[in-house]
């Protein structure tokens, strides 16, 4: 994802909230597909982030989302985003609720 000007803090930095959203839309596709055939919703109950390097306008930035541990109700996922040099700019770590869909 390259994040645009809509995205910046007035000191021209990517604010926190955009990767944020970020993670979590990864993270949420991972505990989603984990589960494989099950059909389920997720809901994040908690998230923590690390904000390790500033993000500007333009930067290419991947997300990696890892389930670490996972049951029927509850899934636990780490996340990296890094830009497209390759450094990390974020670390993740969540916790998912699963429920069944009908």
Not at 30 to 42: L, N, W
Not at 69 to 81: H, P, Y
């Amino acid at each position: 994802m390259t994040p645009d000007e809509r995205m910046q803090n007035p000191a021209g930095v990517i604010q926190g909230g955009f990767l944020s959203a970020f993670a979590d839309s990864a993270m949420g596709a991972a505990a989603v597909t984990y589960v494989q055939d099950r059909k389920v919703v997720v809901a994040n109950a908690e998230m923590k982030i690390s904000f390790l390097a500033g993000v500007k306008a333009g930067d290419k930035l991947t997300c990696v989302a890892e389930v670490i541990s996972a049951g029927s109700r509850v899934a636990f996922l780490e996340a990296t985003i890094t830009n497209d040099s390759e450094r990390i700019v974020s670390r993740v770590s969540s916790t998912y609720l699963y429920r069944d869909r009908n």
